[in-house]
């Protein structure tokens, strides 16, 4: 399952032909052992590979560097879209007023560029990829081959074959299979597998498929409770409001595997346009309201804050990372004091500690890059630095103790 999902978001050029041979092998076998595979690829990853032909295609946008120097070239994943989506881009691009008025103080050529990116992610070039995704064939779908008649497929998306909530089970299902944690399923999700542990559900694959993984309703009743708003934690998972609303045009989780390329390129206009564009479309999303606030945090410490506290009132699962930003955050705006007090929340806090990316606090916000390291020492070590910076003989001891705790060096 991972290997079909890995594959159909990402483009096949200067990949074939094994990533196709792997994709028909994975769907083949998933087939023979009972999945409902058309399904989970239409449906469960509607919205991955969608997202996934989006960025791809506005790839040279950006990858281009503002100042007119050579594009950044990747060691990730990312790849253009073959021939023929760029052109179904500008076919069907229109410009929205609103967009143009938030790239306005740009430079002439990175407005057009932000302009085109934006309007690209949240204007009907994503919605046509999404209805692509839904009524290709097989064979299209597998090589991002694109429509030759955009209103045909607009056309047949808008018949509604599928009920809503068997929508909502293959990504259930999807998510079930290739997710190892319950913070990273949707909400939606998390709602059908409480359903199911309590069986009220039936899953559409055979038992000995979905018991190859056993998740404890404790779990997931934790990680329900940390997604849904405070005005909403008295009912029932089943009788919360839009159970099977239809999810945002672009999957989160594929944006932020592109984010972190551009990150890791030292890219964070293009990372932040990617989110900004996000917040747009879904400003009530914790996810992308998270990760809006983690890629102008640099440049824009106070906004960024501001942002990551929107997102723990959102509900924001990743109350680590939030702490672990925050001091940062807080640090670049010299508030050493704040910075430390927050260091030390996360330091106390139990069951905490995960990997996450983060920003080198080492580095100036001019030329600030993500580290992937654990958020409990990251906040140590960064919060002894803060001490030593500030000069306070008491913290500077209390610090290097607690990184000592952790193994940690007090010297890094």
């Not at 692509?132 to 497929?153: F, G, H, Q, Y």
């Not at 190892?180 to 409480?194: G, I, P, R, V």
Request: charged residues 25%; contains cysteine; proline residues 7%.
């Amino acid at each position: 399952m991972t290997v079909l999902r890995d594959e159909l978001s990402h483009s096949p050029v200067d990949a074939e032909p094994e990533r196709t041979i792997r994709i028909r092998s994975s769907w083949e076998e998933l087939e023979r052992r009972g999945h409902p595979v058309d399904g989970y690829v239409r449906w469960g990853l509607e919205r991955f590979i969608a997202t996934s032909i989006v960025i791809a295609t506005i790839l040279p946008d950006l990858e281009a560097a503002p100042d007119g120097s050579e594009p950044v070239a990747f060691s990730g994943n990312l790849r253009e879209a073959p021939p023929g989506w760029t052109d179904l881009l500008d076919w069907v691009h229109t410009s929205d007023p609103t967009i143009d008025k938030a790239c306005a103080s740009l430079p002439d050529d990175e407005r057009v560029k932000m302009v085109r990116v934006i309007g690209a992610l949240i204007g009907p070039f994503a919605e046509l990829t999404n209805s692509w995704v839904k009524t290709a064939n097989r064979e299209d779908l597998i090589a991002w081959r694109p429509p030759s008649n955009p209103e045909e497929v607009r056309a047949l998306a808008s018949i509604d074959t599928v009920p809503k909530d068997k929508q909502a089970t293959y990504r259930w299902l999807m998510d079930r299979f290739t997710l190892t944690y319950l913070t990273d399923w949707a909400k939606e999700s998390l709602y059908l597998e409480w359903r199911y542990l309590h069986a009220e559900l039936l899953a559409p694959c055979p038992s000995k498929e979905i018991g190859q993984r056993r998740i404890a309703e404790p779990d997931v009743s934790k990680a329900i409770a940390s997604r849904v708003a405070p005005a909403q934690r008295d009912q029932q998972p089943g009788e919360v409001e839009g159970e099977f609303r239809q999810a945002p045009g672009l999957s989160i989780g594929q944006l932020t595997v592109a984010a972190i390329e551009f990150l890791e390129a030292g890219r964070r206009a293009a990372a932040a346009a990617l989110f900004e564009a996000a917040r747009r479309e879904n400003p009530n999303d914790p996810d992308v309201r998270n990760n809006y606030g983690f890629c102008i945090l640099p440049e824009d410490p106070e906004a960024g804050l501001q942002e990551i506290h929107a997102a723990g009132e959102l509900g924001y699962a990743g109350m680590d990372i939030t702490l672990a930003n925050r001091v940062y955050g807080l640090f670049r705006l010299g508030r050493f004091a704040s910075a430390l007090e927050v260091a030390g929340r996360l330091f106390r806090e139990e069951d905490v500690g995960q990997q996450a990316y983060l920003w080198d606090w080492r580095k100036g916000p001019d030329n600030a890059t993500v580290i992937n390291v654990n958020t409990r020492q990251y906040a140590v070590q960064l919060a002894l630095d803060i001490a030593r910076e500030a000069g306070d003989i008491s913290q500077i001891s209390l610090w290097a103790s607690r990184a000592e705790s952790l193994g940690l060096a007090p010297e890094a």
